[in-house]
């Protein structure tokens, strides 16, 4: 049955949480890189990086489009899924809003398709891709909030005190 999931905030990392689906702010190469997609990669082994190179040599060959997503095993990870999703790289001149948007409802369609539950979310595009995190923030639980799903639990995984500021602002005003 479809409805908002509930939304709960942890401080720490999103590589020890025991959910149904992690999701991954990967990048659109699908094979690693630094931040929370580096740590999904060390910490969920190789089986990871084999599903992803599956990937891409199928149907996702040009790579893996911004504010899309796609699942993989979670390998070592304590969750079942990984899903990767290519979070906007941010700009002053261009609303890249709606792409980041995407992100998060794309990986909840995902995530329910496969029967996850719960799923825990990093700041999408918060980090080297240099989103503002008050906005991210703002983005991304507006978007789970407004998005019908089978996901019960929705968790955001902040990795620093000033994301979980962000994020528990956006939670607790409206």
């Known amino acids: 049955m479809a409805h908002s999931p ?25 094979l690693g890189g630094g931040g929370v997609d580096g740590a999904i990669h060390r910490r969920g082994g190789p089986e990871i990086l084999a599903e992803c190179r599956a990937l891409r040599a199928g149907h996702y060959g040009g790579g893996l489009p911004t ?42 369609r995902i995530a329910a398709e ?3 539950r719960t799923v825990a979310f990093p700041a999408v595009s918060a980090g080297v891709y240099g989103w503002p995190m008050e906005d991210a923030a703002r983005i991304a639980v507006e978007t789970v909030r407004s998005t ?13 005190e000033r994301a979980y500021r962000a994020f528990a602002e956006q939670v607790h005003s409206s």
């Open 148 to 160: 019908q799903s089978a996901v019960e639990e929705v968790r955001f995984v902040l990795f620093d």
């Open 6 to 30: 509930k939304i709960t905030l942890v401080p720490g990392d999103i590589t020890e949480q025991h959910v149904d689906a992690i999701v991954n702010a990967a990048n659109s190469s699908l």
């Open 114 to 116: 496969l029967g996850a």
């Open 67 to 108: 504010g899309r997503a796609v699942a993989t095993t979670a390998g070592r990870l304590p969750a079942r899924w990984v899903v990767h999703t290519v979070g906007p790289v941010w700009s002053r001149d261009e609303d890249r809003s709606e792409l980041l948007a995407s992100c998060y409802r794309e990986s909840l």
